[in-house]
């Protein structure tokens, strides 16, 4: 092999991402945990701290960070309150990461980082087999461990706990640096923003897409505590060459972006394109349709004619009606995603809107009451020297 000199950068970035993975350290370390309380006894959410702001610490190149969120439901609504179909994800209304040099890589609500977990691990994401009776095998394998639990239902005048955990990603994977972030300085700081949401509880039969649960008299079902614990991973004992020490220099230009937006005025039976944001290579998208924005009404493909990806002469890269979609999906997930929702995953091809300039997914929509919207959340690559050139998320 030649010297460095005469690699290119893909090569010296693999090089030093190979000895960072072989001779570094992964550390995961605590670094913030806090129990919150209720301010007061008659509201939706009573909190003394309804945004959590958490600083990461300085050190290493960082991966991500695991948060755990256990939240106390008290519920004097008069009735039962139920556990929605997002449930402990939407804990949390808005996850943000600012880096250090400002640049916000991560905007999305809870939901859709809990998705984004379960997809990258090909599974519902910290969930564990239930033992049968149709499993002859004596060892008691199964679900055993509280690590995410949820009460389905709980009663007038009672409390429920529910345990939720985030794996907040910067860096690709385990074994693709991409987004991470080099943390050894001294003259900037991070900021991870946890925002818990202020509409957790919502009336029963209405838009529940983004609550916990739903309840008769929501203002009397509240969170009375939440306790949140925060762990870094990171890379430590980064090893040195002779120019200092070894960074995969085009992995730390690469921000890996998680973020969403609502598109709203849907009309049925027509296209309804949302654009893609230029100067990224887009990873996956994710949407939710909801139908009916007053009760908040997702199907299991009844709703929709068809998803499409469009390229700017309109022609469509793919055109797929929703069972097609979620037969996808169950064969990456093992499962299907909760009703109303779509996975359209572009890995091994990124929709690179730099490449092609503008490019739309498509939604054509069967039904589309008074209210109809769509959240459409993303995951992408972005350089850091493009970022201020881009245009933002659609939205409407």
Known sequence: MGSTAQMNPAQLNAIARASIKAKAVKMTQQIFAQTYGAAANASNVALTQPVINIIPRNVGLIRGFWVKAVATFNNQSGGTATLTDFAGS????????????????????????????????????????????????????????????????IGTGTQGAVTFWYYIPLAY?????????????????????????????????????????TAATPGTCWFSQL?????QEYFDQLPVGPGGVLLPVLDLATIYELKQTTVTAV???????????????????????????????????????????????????????????????????????????????????????????????????????????????YEDFALVQTLSMAGSLAAS
């Open 173 to 213: 994977s385990d074994d693709d640096l991409r987004g991470s972030v080099y943390a050894n300085v001294v003259n900037a700081t991070m900021q991870l923003n946890l925002s818990l949401n202020q509409n957790a509880t919502v009336t029963t039969g209405t838009d529940s897409t983004t609550a916990v649960y």
């Open 227 to 231: 306790a949140v614990t925060v762990y």
């Open 267 to 377: 009309v049925a039976a027509q296209d309804f394109p949302v654009q893609y944001a230029n100067f990224r290579d887009f990873l996956s998208t994710i949407a939710v349709y909801v139908n009916t924005g007053a009760t908040g009404a997702r199907g299991v493909g009844a709703d929709i004619n068809y998803w499409a990806l469009q390229s700017a002469n309109f022609t469509n890269i793919w055109k797929k009606e929703p069972n097609l979609i979620a037969l996808q999906t169950r064969n990456h997930l093992q499962t299907d995603m909760p009703p109303g929702c779509y996975y359209f995953s572009s890995r091994e091809k990124p929709i690179s809107t730099v490449q092609y300039g503008n490019m739309q997914l498509v939604l054509n929509a069967i039904t589309a009451g008074a209210g109809a919207y769509a959240f459409i959340a």
């Open 90 to 153: 939407n804990i949390f209304s808005l996850v943000q990461f600012n880096d250090l040099n400002n640049n916000t890589r991560i905007s999305t609500p809870g939901w859709h980082i809990g998705m984004i977990n379960s997809i990258r691990a090909r599974r519902p994401f910290g969930a564990s087999l239930v033992k049968s009776t149709g499993e002859d095998d004596q060892v008691n394998y199964g679900s055993n461990w509280p690590v995410a639990q949820a009460a389905a239902t």
